[in-house]
């Protein structure tokens, strides 16, 4: 599960993400209004399960992984995410 929350920076977006990693499929489904669902089948070892996460929503937003970096939690499962403009 994937919870993001939108904040406005100069640089861009930061988003607040509480990721699972380790399901059966990688999907990203929206919730309600500010929360989306993501699926990540990457284990939480040697940064899959981020890789995996920056993929999805990169897809999903439709732009670069380059334009998404963890900001903090890198190894938590809450994370901060900044989207670069």
Known sequence: MLCI???QTSNGVKIIVKAKP??????????NDSNYIVS?????????????????????FDISQSMIEVISGYMART?????HQ
Not at 22 to 31: H, I, L, T, W, Y
Not at 45 to 58: E, P, S, W
Not at 79 to 83: L, R
Request: no cysteine; charged share 35%; proline share 5%.
């Open 22 to 31: 380790g399901a059966r499929e990688d999907k990203v489904e929206k919730g």
């Open 40 to 60: 990540v089948k990457a284990p939480p070892v040697d940064g899959k399960a981020n890789a995996a996460i920056i993929k999805l929503l990169a897809d999903y």
């Open 79 to 83: 994370k901060v995410i900044e989207i």
């Open 5 to 7: 929350f939108f904040a």
